[in-house]
């Protein structure tokens, strides 16, 4: 996975410990990832593979309506 490090951190593993700083684009395994995204040192880089949004097809009468229907004004809105 790769993470962009936001803040220093030191991780402690089998083969040593690893510093990263803030600014450096890293690509590590999930295990380490989801240490340095629960110390909340960095952020994912790449989006998770996300299903497409469903949404249902607009037809033209409906465009239409909301077209022809401004937003109420609420009284916050009113000019003084």
Known sequence: MKLIIT???V???DGGARAFAPGL???VDAATAET???QRAGIAAE???AQPIQTKPVSPAQANAAAS???RRKPADAEA
């Open 7 to 9: 803040r220093p951190v």
């Open 11 to 13: 991780i402690a593993g």
């Open 25 to 27: 684009t890293v690509e």
């Open 36 to 38: 340095i995204l629960a």
């Open 47 to 49: 989006p998770a593979q």
């Open 69 to 71: 229907h401004p937003r």
